[in-house]
């Protein structure tokens, strides 16, 4: 069974590997909970002492929110979970005036269905950092 949590002690007593497939660069399990630690807002999909999923998001805390990452483990996909850590992050989030994400163009649908609204962006990426270190 699925549990969620906000409460980054969790993290010290959780398994996080198999995350981030596909990128070049991944971050290490260290740099990965530095980068959950500094967010302002976290969101754990857990089962089993095992992080299946996770949402963050980074703020001023008075008016934006951007949700730099989303993911679930590809064995987890398809049962609702990135749907639930949408819906708690966004329940975490509803005092802000604006919430954004950037994300592939394939994406947008699934986050349609979330509520969200199409947008236009920029980015810059730097794979070579994308390990954090």
């Known amino acids: 069974m699925i549990s969620y949590s906000k409460d980054l002690n969790d993290l010290e007593k ?9 990128w070049p660069n991944p971050p290490s399990v260290q740099t990965f ?8 807002r976290v969101v754990l999909a857990i089962e089993d002492e095992k992080l299946v999923g996770f949402i963050n998001a ?7 929110a951007y949700i730099p990452l989303l993911e679930v483990l590809p064995e987890y996909k398809g049962q609702g979970i990135g749907k639930d850590l949408v819906h708690h992050l966004r329940n975490e989030l509803i005092n802000l ?5 950037s994300c592939d163009e394939g994406l947008i649908p699934y986050y349609e269905k979330q509520g969200m609204k199409r947008s236009q962006g920029a980015y810059l990426r730097n794979y070579d950092r994308q390990s954090g270190v």
Do not use: P, Q, T, W
């Open 58 to 64: 980074i703020s001023d805390g008075v008016l934006s």
């Open 33 to 40: 909970k530095k980068l959950l630690r500094g967010s302002y």
């Open 97 to 101: 005036y604006m919430i954004d994400l």
């Open 14 to 22: 959780i398994r996080m590997e198999g995350f981030f497939v596909g």
